[in-house]
């Protein structure tokens, strides 16, 4: 049974960072697509940041050149690194995998992590 565990999240000031890690149990990360959502209060979720199996990224407009995403298929963890957080980046945020294998349309989510960033 895949398992994605999410942790790093809390509270920071506007301007602040945050690390998130995303650690995968029960299959091999490298058979995955990797990425983080996130939802916003009253809003859905959206992508925020997405790596290949092969290390191609791809960021939403609005966190590019402040977040960056990585995997390290060795312990099975996807991160994401927030610089320079503001107060619209407040959020639940989601792990996700994606199955490489053919015919195959697995996806697995985390159970999320809060991020706050407030005064």
């Known amino acids: 049974q895949v398992q994605l565990v999410e942790s790093g999240g809390g509270s920071v000031q506007p301007g602040g960072s945050l690390s998130l890690s995303c650690a995968m149990s029960?299959?091999?990360?490298?058979?995955?697509?990797m990425a983080w959502y996130r939802r916003a209060p009253g809003k859905e979720r959206t992508l925020v940041a997405s790596?290949?199996?092969?290390?191609?990224?791809n960021y939403a407009g609005s966190v590019k050149g402040r977040f960056t995403i990585s995997r390290d298929n060795a312990k099975n963890t996807v991160y994401l690194e927030m610089n320079s957080l503001k107060p619209e980046d407040t959020a639940v945020y989601y792990c996700n995998a994606r199955s490489l294998v053919p015919l195959d349309s697995s996806e697995y989510w985390g159970q999320g992590t809060q991020v706050t960033v407030s005064l």
């Open positions: 029960g299959s091999i990360s490298s058979m995955y697509d």
């Open positions: 790596i290949a199996n092969g290390g191609t990224t």
